[in-house]
Structures are given as structure tokens and as C-alpha cells.
């Protein structure tokens, strides 16, 4: 098993950026596919971003590509989303999920997920 935990959420104006992180316990992490969702409220979970064991692939939501940048620390157990130019309909809660096979963006591929950091965006 591996245990996720994210942090660096927080409150931001449109166009702004933050820098999500989503540390690891367990397992070994390079063992893992890494993936972002985000969930707004009263809408479904959705797929943001995600990223290969090996952090050389990466994937993205047509809604976030070229604003959101996902990277991984396999040294550190850590990975990241680098958030830019955000927007309001960018708010959401922020998950962080792992696969122990391959990058996936259903979120149903996932076994273990953090318990979210919460991002606003204002206007």
C-alpha cells in the first residue's frame, strides 16, 4: 500500500499560481503511476494530470494543458502540480492518486488516493 498526502492548496486570484505537492509512504514510490483529479462542488471527480513511474510521460485535460505542469521526485516520494495563469473555474478540491501499473484517466484505475487540499480561484 502506499499513503498519499497533499498539501499547498489555498486561496489565489485569476492568474495566479500555485504549486501543489503530494508526499508518499509505503510501498516504494517509483512503483507508481501518479495522477492529479479535482472535484468541484456538485460535479463529478475529473482527471487533471498524470505522470509515469518514471516521470518521463505525462498527460493532461485539455481544460489545464499549458497551464499545469506535473512533475515527480521519486527521491523525495513526492510529486507536484505546478498550477499557472489559474482561473476560477479552476477551483476544486485537488487529489492526489496512485496506479501501481500505468497512467490512467479514469479515476477508477486508481487504488489509493489522498484526502484532497482545497484550491479557490477568484475573479
Known amino acids: 500500500q502506499v499513503q498519499l498526502v497533499e498539501s499547498g492548496g489555498g486561496l489565489a486570484q485569476a492568474g495566479d499560481s500555485l504549486r501543489l505537492s503530494c508526499g508518499a509512504s509505503?510501498?516504494?514510490?517509483?512503483?507508481?503511476?501518479l495522477a492529479w483529479f479535482r472535484q468541484a462542488p456538485g460535479r463529478e471527480r475529473e482527471f487533471v494530470s498524470s505522470v509515469s513511474r518514471g516521470g518521463d510521460v505525462t498527460d493532461y485535460s485539455d481544460s489545464v494543458k499549458g497551464r499545469f505542469t506535473i512533475f515527480r521526485d521519486n527521491a523525495r516520494n513526492s510529486v507536484y502540480l505546478q498550477m499557472n495563469s489559474l482561473k476560477p473555474e479552476d477551483t476544486a478540491a485537488y487529489y492526489c492518486a496512485a496506479n501501481p501499473w500505468r497512467m490512467k484517466r479514469d479515476l477508477r484505475e486508481y487504488d489509493y488516493w489522498g484526502q484532497g487540499t482545497q484550491v479557490t480561484v477568484s475573479s
Open positions: 509505503g510501498r516504494p514510490f517509483s512503483a507508481y503511476a
